[in-house]
């Protein structure tokens, strides 16, 4: 390679570096950090409503389904914590008052009728959101860190497979 290709190659290099920080693996930095600050706010949001929603089943075998899906979002997020202590970094987690509205929206659909139907109804919705912000982060951003991609790409399956849970349940 001659003198000016190279010169030329590692301009691009210095320039590739300066607007976007990657690290080893070839990812956005920054990028890989905002994904891992939507993916905990998404497992944080579902384990939430989930353990509002809890109180209010009477049917045992839907207490032990969510009851699983509660220690799922469990394991996420401890997924999540040690991704985020490898890469340095404090995920941003959903803010309370969005918390706090979710729950009493659950309270208040939970006061007319606690059917498993309705039970299934709720968690379909709240399913379907976290499954649609997966299908958005997934596609916004192929150039994250590889064990942020995976683990998003597993927890959308998850998200997909509890959605066909529900349903079973209508």
């Not at 301009?11 to 950090?33: F, G, R, S």
């Not at 009851?67 to 959903?94: G, I, M, R, S, W």
């Amino acid at each position: 390679m001659s003198n000016s290709k190279k010169q030329n190659k590692k301009e691009e290099t210095t320039q590739a570096t300066t607007e976007t920080p990657v690290n080893e693996n070839n990812c956005n930095v920054e990028t890989t950090k905002q994904v891992m600050s939507d993916l905990y706010k998404n497992v944080t949001m579902a384990q939430n409503c989930v353990k509002t929603l809890l109180p209010y089943v009477e049917n045992q075998d839907t207490t032990k389904a969510l009851h699983k899906q509660v220690e799922q979002y469990d394991h996420y997020v401890e997924q999540l914590d040690a991704l985020c202590e490898n890469l340095n970094f404090d995920p941003t987690p959903a803010p309370k008052a969005l918390i706090s509205m979710a729950n009493m929206g659950i309270r208040a659909k939970m006061l007319t009728d606690k059917s498993i139907s309705h039970v299934a109804k709720i968690m379909l919705q709240g399913t379907l959101n976290g499954i649609i912000d997966l299908y958005r982060l997934i596609k916004e951003n192929e150039d994250i860190h590889p064990e942020v991609h995976l683990l998003e790409k597993q927890i959308l399956r998850y998200e997909e497979g509890c959605f066909e849970e529900m349903k079973g349940m209508l």
